[in-house]
T-cell receptor
Framework: DGGITQSPKYLFRKEGQNVTLSCEQN?????MYWYRQDPGQGLRLIYY???????QKGDIAEGYSVSREKKESFPLTVTSAQKNPTAFYLC??????????FGQGTRLTVV | AQSVSQHNHHVILSEAASLELGCNYS??????LFWYVQYPGQHLQLLLK??????LVKGIKGFEAEFIKSKFSFNLRKPSVQWSDTAEYFC???????????FGKGNQVVVIP
């Protein structure tokens, strides 16, 4: 089954804990993205990676970290430094000068 | 970095009415432009895209968008909406040759039967 897999769909964590969101793709796309979606805020770019072992900060990178050790995987860690981590997180993939494809998202709730 | 503006976040209209959603971007170079749609409970999917050529682009489900370079705009239109068009619509842009993809804040569209 081809596409982008984000897991888990729902995630609950206690305040102060780090949590890692998974994003895997088998589309052979070079670029991968992490966005945060909040009501009325649209999609805000957290990090993106254009190639393995390289990534760039987006508009709201503070409190987040990523790695890109494999082409297929781009995990996002929400650290305890993120002041308001409860949100819907979307992973996307793409190639240069083409559209991005999105996963189903992970809804993170920090209690 | 490029930025994208979408106005009128909430739009409510009746079936058969015409829909136009505005999108303006700030970037002086060559861009790729997109409209995505998110139906309730579903993931984002591409509605249409513009890379080059005819500035009037036709997408799925009867949607079209017009790129006006002088106005830095890429407005989305549909002549006659249906209840099933109820969704959130996002405009997105990236600079040609660059993967950084920026989104607007979205338009929440509700179509009343």
């Amino acid at each position: 089954d081809g596409g982008i897999t984000q897991s888990p769909k729902y995630l609950f964590r206690k305040e102060g804990q780090n949590v890692t969101l998974s994003c895997e793709q088998n589309l052979n796309h070079d670029a991968m993205y992490w966005y945060r979606q909040d009501p009325g805020q649209g999609l805000r770019l957290i990090y993106y990676s254009q190639i393995v072992n390289d990534f760039q900060k987006g508009d709201i990178a503070e409190g987040y970290s990523v790695s890109r050790e494999k082409k297929e995987s781009f995990p996002l860690t929400v650290t305890s430094a993120q002041k308001n981590p409860t949100a819907f997180y979307l992973c996307a993939t793409g190639t240069v000068d083409a559209e991005a494809f999105f996963g189903q998202g992970t809804r993170l709730t920090v209690v | 970095a490029q930025s994208v503006s979408q106005h009128n976040h909430h739009v409510i209209l009746s079936e058969a009415a015409s829909l136009e959603l505005g999108c303006n971007y700030s970037y002086g170079g060559t861009v790729n432009l997109f409209w995505y749609v998110q139906y309730p409970g579903q993931h984002l999917q591409l509605l249409l895209k513009y890379f080059s050529g005819d500035p009037l682009v036709k997408g799925i489900k009867g949607f079209e968008a017009e790129f006006i370079k002088s106005k830095f705009s890429f407005n989305l239109r549909k002549p006659s909406v249906q209840w099933s068009d109820t969704a959130e619509y996002f405009c997105a842009v990236n600079a040609r040759g660059n993967n950084r993809l920026a989104f607007g804040k979205g338009n929440q569209v509700v179509v009343i039967p």
